[in-house]
């Protein structure tokens, strides 16, 4: 289904679609394009911690675990642009990152220029 949601989605404004869900398959594929495209992915360590700090029971731990070695294996088999998340960037740092991965795109548009177009976008967020 989140396949059929990218290819409804009209081409103006710019929109990020987030979340385990989307197939690096999508890539490959051709349904999304290789310079708008991005998969965070977080070392093992990384999310080893995330998740003991919020306390997670072993049960979900390691589904989550396993859950990012495939997302991993399959950006790999895919050639998806990755970026690493492994702690030693903050926020801010890491959203540059993907805005310098993504200069190009932004800069060529098309995004919501106008108090109404952006309304519209959180209407549609929403």
Do not use: K
């Amino acid at each position: 289904m989140v396949i059929d949601d990218l290819r409804a989605l009209p081409d103006s404004p710019l929109v990020v679609a987030e979340g385990s869900t989307l197939p690096a398959h999508a890539l490959s594929s051709g349904i999304a394009e290789r310079s708008r495209a991005v998969w965070l992915l977080p070392t093992r360590e990384f999310q080893r911690a995330t998740l003991t700090d919020r306390d997670m029971a072993p049960g979900p731990t390691a589904l989550y675990l396993l859950l990012g070695e495939t997302i991993e294996q399959e950006a790999r088999e895919h050639g998806v642009p990755t970026l690493t998340v492994d702690g030693s960037r903050g926020i801010e740092e890491t959203v540059a990152a993907v805005e310098e991965l993504f200069a190009p795109a932004l800069a060529e548009g098309p995004r919501a220029e106008t108090l109404a177009e952006r309304r519209a976008l959180l209407r549609e967020a929403n």
